[in-house]
Nanobody, 126 residues
């Protein structure tokens, strides 16, 4: 059974750091695009960081660029999101998602991703 399991969320003060992890298991095809999305109450789900696991290319939303870093460990089938300099507006449920994409950069729209984890909550107090 294909699964994505996130962990690492929690409560921190503004300026602090968290490292999220997402472990993929049970996959039979090549999920070469891995993404972290977040959704705050009353807001749409947005992509914050995406990595193409074969090419190693990454992209970030403007709101997290320079503060968040996405990485992937092939041996562990795990994608990480290192979050530094956290702000109150980073508070949200964070989701890991994956898709297989042959041509072009990884898609950024949530609708393009069909495999999702259950989410991990991040709360940043100001």
């Amino acid at each position: 059974q294909e699964r994505l399991v996130e962990s690492g969320g929690g409560s921190v003060q503004a300026g602090g750091s968290l490292r999220l992890s997402c472990v993929a298991s049970g996959y039979e095809d090549n999920y070469n695009c891995m993404a972290w999305f977040r959704q705050a109450p009353g807001k749409e789900r947005e992509a914050v960081a995406i990595i193409h696991t074969s090419r190693g290319t990454t992209s970030y939303s403007d709101s997290v660029k320079g503060r968040f870093t996405i990485s992937h460990d092939d041996d562990q089938n795990t994608v990480f999101l290192q979050m530094n300099g956290l702000k109150a507006e980073d508070s949200a449920m964070y989701y890991c998602a994956s898709r297989s994409q042959v041509i072009g950069p990884c898609a950024g729209a949530p609708s393009k991703y069909i495999r999702w984890g259950q989410g991990t909550q991040v709360h940043v107090s100001s």
